[in-house]
């Protein structure tokens, strides 16, 4: 038997959805260890935004927000599909992907030859990978099955 959810119940799937991705891309960093590099920090920023904006669209039903959260989503999809093409050699990454960014860094720590800043993640190297398919990849994919359950919000409002 086929459920047939409510625009509200849609907006809830696809916040939490993205609420879930960033989780888990925080437990990776912070519990499995794997650094995150600079594409893997601006996948997060629409996932962020799409929470901010399930929260907005439970409270005023616009279907202009059900939009923007599709759009989250889309953005967030084609950043790891960027990123995807970086780790896998199909094109050049970005020039703050090269591992050798400073970014972060405390003048006192350049300036100090015994200080261990250690080696800023790389984009174009997997660091984690199930079925053949990298985080950007799994990234990719779940964020547009979230901006497909954002259109059936938008569509159903």
Do not use: K
Not at 42 to 53: L, N, S, T
């Amino acid at each position: 038997m086929l459920v047939r959810l409510s625009s509200r119940a849609l907006v809830a799937l696809a916040g939490a959805g993205s609420a879930a991705v960033l989780a888990g891309a925080f437990a990776f960093q912070h519990i499995g260890g794997l650094a995150p590099c600079a594409l893997c920090l601006w996948q997060r920023w629409p996932h962020a935004a799409a929470v901010v904006i399930m929260a907005l669209a439970l409270m005023v039903p616009h279907r202009g927000l059900r939009l923007l959260g599709a759009l989250a989503a889309l953005t967030t999809a084609a950043i790891g599909g960027f990123h995807m093409g970086v780790e896998y050699g199909w094109w050049e990454g970005l020039a703050t992907c090269g591992g050798s960014a400073i970014t972060g860094i405390s003048v006192d720590d350049l300036l100090n030859p015994a200080a261990s800043v250690g080696t800023p993640a790389r984009c174009d190297q997997v660091a984690w990978s199930l079925a053949g398919i990298s985080m950007a990849g799994w990234n990719m994919i779940l964020s547009l099955g979230l901006a497909g359950i954002w259109l059936m919000a938008a569509r159903r409002a």
